[in-house]
T-cell receptor
Framework: GENVEQHPSTLSVQEGDSAVIKCTYS??????FPWYKQELGKRPQLIID?????GEKKDQRIAVTLNKTAKHFSLHITETQPEDSAVYFC?????????????FGTGTKLQVIP | DSGVTQTPKHLITATGQRVTLRCSPR?????VYWYQQSLDQGLQFLIQ???????AKGNILERFSAQQFPDLHSELNLSSLELGDSALYFC??????????????FGQGTRLTVV
């Protein structure tokens, strides 16, 4: 089955700096890569996603890059703000046998220091 | 609001007891996933159902079981509860229309405390 590794497990940055979280996956069948943000005590929510036919996607201060050959994808947050502090999860997904399979990474706790 | 409803929001019970957590997926979503999240931990995948059938199993204990009903709601049954079962249990659903992978929508979770 699919295996997703996520690094780092914790990340502290100064407000205004950039943050980068990296994930690798093992199954080349994976073709959909969402990122979720989980604020303290709340549910994980999608913040950005990328499909395998795209190398990069941006949404304001957030961007995701995908390298299919190396089987890794990254989340980039620029100009970090205190409200970016949360746990971020990457995931890899593919559709097979009539249903979708999703594997999550272990999460990165991001702390933005004011 | 994600459209995924979990009940109850909080549950406090004693060791050795049995509880049932309920999840109603978004309208039309056929896949339901269950996750366990202990304090400051990641999302531990427990089990996935698709249109009433079990499709994938993760690190789910034998004391735990689940099912998805014809109306697509799902229940997670936890029995012989131990202190270590205290956690936040999330349900998520996805649609996958036409074989396309889509995001998973999470419920607000059920916080289980075993005392």
């Amino acid at each position: 089955g699919e295996n997703v590794e996520q690094h780092p497990s914790t990340l502290s940055v100064q407000e205004g700096d950039s943050a980068v979280i990296k994930c690798t996956y093992s199954d080349s069948a994976s073709n959909y890569f969402p990122w979720y943000k989980q604020e303290l005590g709340k549910r994980p929510q999608l913040i950005i996603d990328i499909r395998s036919n795209v190398g990069e996607k941006k949404d304001q201060r957030i961007a995701v890059t995908l390298n299919k050959t190396a089987k890794h994808f990254s989340l980039h947050i620029t100009e970090t703000q205190p409200e970016d502090s949360a746990v971020y999860f990457c995931a890899a997904s593919y559709y097979s046998g009539g249903y979708q399979k999703v594997t999550f990474g272990t999460g990165t706790k991001l702390q933005v220091i004011p | 609001d994600s459209g995924v409803t979990q009940t109850p929001k909080h549950l406090i019970t004693a060791t050795g007891q049995r509880v049932t957590l309920r999840c109603s997926p978004r309208s039309g979503d056929l896949s339901v996933y269950w996750y366990q999240q202990s304090l400051d931990q990641g999302l531990q995948f427990l089990i996935q159902y698709y249109n009433g059938e079990e499709r994938a199993k993760g690190n789910i204990l034998e004391r735990f079981s689940a099912q998805q009903f014809p109306d697509l709601h799902s229940e997670l049954n936890l029995s012989s509860l131990e202190l270590g079962d205290s956690a936040l249990y999330f349900c998520a659903s996805s649609a996958s229309p036409g074989g396309m992978n889509t995001e998973a929508f999470f419920g607000q979770g059920t916080r289980l405390t075993v005392v």
